[in-house]
């Protein structure tokens, strides 16, 4: 039992959001007003741990998927550091996944549900890792950017109402600083490197910075269709647009000050201070994070793969009447 809403499936959730007791819920939106943490064994709307377990299983989906693209480059990298500092960061990566998935499962779903949901397609994943790494580039531009935009992200959220999101998204936080300066060294090496170096950093910087990145922060808030009820219960700390903003303000000075474009020919700051750029396609937005994206089938392939083939070790490992594995014997 997990609080006093044990999730069975979604439609007893939504059937049982509409019948809250008031005072309860006047209470519990009191407490967040507060700024006082949510935890675990506490009440809670069921509609809140439903859009809690869905963001933050949606992101430790990203995680693990996020770790392929990269993953694919760790035998190609250019030299020993950068490889060293890849497997590292895409050791990370699937780490972030472990404790996503760890807070999930306080709000009463278990680890092999959300795997089985990720691969069958039902769970959604961040937009960006649909999207081929062509080249070494394309890994420089993911270290440095993506992370950049998925610090945006959890520094915000890791202010939010969610105990454990909260502690696992400050963790998080630490090893993607070091994921950007790494991501950040090696964007810099190739856009101060030779003609060819550079070209290939700003070919990666095309693909990936329209529309994968002007995507990431999801859709404009005026189609957001949780943002509202989000940011009033502090899941969310800023809304798409603010976020998107803000990762413009931050990162567009840091990509022109190395002197490379970015492909968007209405991209600037206005007076007010803020960016002015074009709309992506948001239908292809849709088709990407529902299934119809250059790499999804591909990635979780991959991902069923693993699953498949490393169930013998779980089940190994979960096997109580086995004392010592002896690998390949
Ligand atoms: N991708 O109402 P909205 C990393 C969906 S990994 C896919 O605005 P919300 C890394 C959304 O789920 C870090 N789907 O949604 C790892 C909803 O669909 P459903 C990834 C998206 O939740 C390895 C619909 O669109 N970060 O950094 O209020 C290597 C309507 O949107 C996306 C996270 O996962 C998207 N980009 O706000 C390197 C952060 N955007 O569920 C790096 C956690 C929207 O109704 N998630 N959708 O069918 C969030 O913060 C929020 O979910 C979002 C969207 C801000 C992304």
Same mark, same amino acid.
């Given at each position: 039992?997990? #609080?006093? /809403?044990?999730?069975?499936?979604?439609?007893?959730?939504?059937?049982?959001?509409?019948?809250? !007791?008031?005072?309860?819920?006047?209470?519990?939106?009191?407490?967040?007003?507060?700024?006082?943490?949510?935890?675990?064994?506490?009440?809670?709307?069921?509609?809140?741990?439903?859009?809690? @377990?869905?963001?933050?299983?949606? *992101?430790?989906?990203?995680? %693990?998927? &996020?770790?392929?693209?990269?993953?694919?480059?760790?035998?190609?990298?250019?030299?020993?550091?950068?490889?060293?500092?890849?497997? /590292?960061?895409?050791?990370?990566?699937?780490?972030?996944? *472990?404790?996503?998935?760890?807070?999930?499962?306080?709000?009463?779903?278990?680890?092999? $549900?959300?795997?089985?949901? @990720?691969?069958?397609?039902?769970?959604?994943?961040?937009?960006?890792?649909?999207?081929?790494?062509?080249?070494?580039? !394309? %890994?420089?531009?993911? =270290?440095?950017?993506?992370? $950049? &935009?998925?610090?945006?992200?959890? @520094?915000?959220?890791?202010?939010?109402?969610?105990?454990?999101?909260?502690?696992?998204?400050?963790?998080?936080?630490?090893?993607?600083?070091?994921?950007?300066?790494? &991501?950040?060294?090696?964007?810099?090496?190739?856009?101060?490197?030779?003609?060819?170096?550079?070209?290939?950093?700003?070919?990666?910087?095309?693909?990936?910075?329209?529309?994968?990145?002007?995507?990431?922060?999801?859709?404009?808030?005026? %189609?957001?269709?949780?943002?509202?009820?989000?940011?009033?219960?502090?899941?969310?700390?800023?809304?798409?647009?603010?976020?998107?903003? !803000?990762?413009?303000?931050?990162?567009?000075?840091?990509?022109?000050?190395? #002197?490379?474009?970015?492909?968007?020919?209405?991209?600037?700051?206005?007076?007010?201070?803020?960016?002015?750029?074009?709309?992506? !396609?948001?239908?292809?937005?849709?088709?990407?994070?529902?299934?119809? =994206?250059?790499?999804?089938?591909?990635?979780?392939?991959?991902?069923?793969?693993?699953?498949?083939?490393?169930?013998?070790?779980?089940?190994?490992?979960?096997?109580?009447?086995?004392? *010592?594995?002896?690998?390949?014997?």
């Amino acid at each position: 039992m997990y #609080g006093n /809403a044990y999730i069975e499936n979604d439609t007893k959730l939504v059937q049982s959001a509409q019948v809250e !007791d008031p005072e309860k819920l006047a209470e519990f939106e009191a407490r967040i007003a507060r700024g006082e943490k949510i935890e675990p064994d506490d009440w809670m709307p069921a509609e809140y741990r439903r859009q809690v @377990l869905r963001m933050i299983e949606q *992101h430790a989906h990203s995680e %693990i998927i &996020g770790a392929l693209p990269e993953g694919t480059w760790i035998t190609r990298a250019p030299t020993l550091k950068r490889k060293l500092a890849l497997i /590292a960061k895409v050791q990370d990566e699937v780490g972030h996944g *472990h404790l996503l998935y760890a807070a999930a499962e306080t709000l009463g779903k278990s680890r092999e $549900a959300m795997i089985n949901d @990720l691969l069958s397609g039902k769970s959604k994943y961040s937009n960006v890792f649909n999207y081929p790494a062509k080249t070494w580039a !394309d %890994i420089a531009v993911i =270290g440095f950017l993506v992370d $950049a &935009g998925a610090i945006v992200n959890q @520094l915000a959220n890791a202010k939010g109402s969610y105990g454990p999101y909260c502690r696992a998204l400050e963790r998080i936080c630490y090893e993607e600083s070091f994921h950007l300066k790494q &991501g950040y060294d090696a964007f810099v090496a190739l856009a101060t490197g030779t003609p060819m170096q550079r070209e290939m950093v700003q070919d990666a910087l095309n693909r990936w910075w329209f529309p994968p990145l002007m995507h990431f922060f999801g859709p404009p808030d005026t %189609i957001s269709v949780h943002t509202e009820k989000l940011m009033r219960w502090k899941v969310k700390m800023m809304s798409n647009e603010e976020m998107r903003q !803000d990762f413009m303000e931050q990162y567009v000075p840091k990509i022109w000050e190395l #002197g490379l474009t970015l492909p968007d020919p209405k991209l600037k700051k206005k007076e007010d201070g803020s960016w002015e750029y074009t709309q992506p !396609d948001w239908d292809e937005f849709f088709r990407v994070i529902n299934g119809d =994206g250059p790499c999804n089938k591909e990635r979780l392939a991959v991902r069923r793969y693993a699953e498949e083939n490393g169930r013998w070790v779980r089940e190994a490992l979960m096997n109580p009447t086995i004392k *010592h594995i002896v690998p390949y014997a």
